[in-house]
Nanobody, 121 residues
Framework: QVLLVESGGGLVKTGGSLRLSCAASGGTATYYYMGWFRQVPGNERELVAS??????ATYYVDSVKGRCTVSRDKNTLDLHMSSLKPEDTAVYYC????????????????WGQGTQVTVSS
């Protein structure tokens, strides 16, 4: 079992910055592919960024490229977001899976509880 706990969400003005953090514990989280998803009520969950267990490869959805940086250090996963826009408003979830396809396909085995990010216009 892998426990994922997100933190760092909040209210920020357009153009501001936030750093989300995910603390992973238990299992073999160190060797899992990890990523950040976000979801707006009524919409499907969207992959924002992912990173391999080694940290050697990252992925960003086009809408956040240049504004977000995903990183991991041991069993922590961070997402630094800058130049935030109202359309970034969503609940952000940390996720982990043993395979890349499992993670990016939205079928990750482990999920955090989510943290709300609200960007005011």
């Amino acid at each position: 079992q892998v426990l994922l706990v997100e933190s760092g969400g909040g209210l920020v003005k357009t153009g501001g910055s936030l750093r989300l953090s995910c603390a992973a514990s238990g299992g073999t989280a160190t060797y899992y592919y990890m990523g950040w998803f976000r979801q707006v009520p009524g919409n499907e969950r969207e992959l924002v960024a992912s990173i391999t267990w080694s940290g050697g490869a990252t992925y960003y959805v086009d809408s956040v490229k240049g504004r977000c940086t995903v990183s991991r250090d041991k069993n922590t996963l961070d997402l630094h977001m800058s130049s935030l826009k109202p359309e970034d408003t969503a609940v952000y979830y940390c996720a982990a899976d043993q395979t890349y396809t499992g993670l990016v396909g939205g079928h990750a085995k482990y999920w955090g509880q989510g943290t709300q990010v609200t960007v005011s216009s």
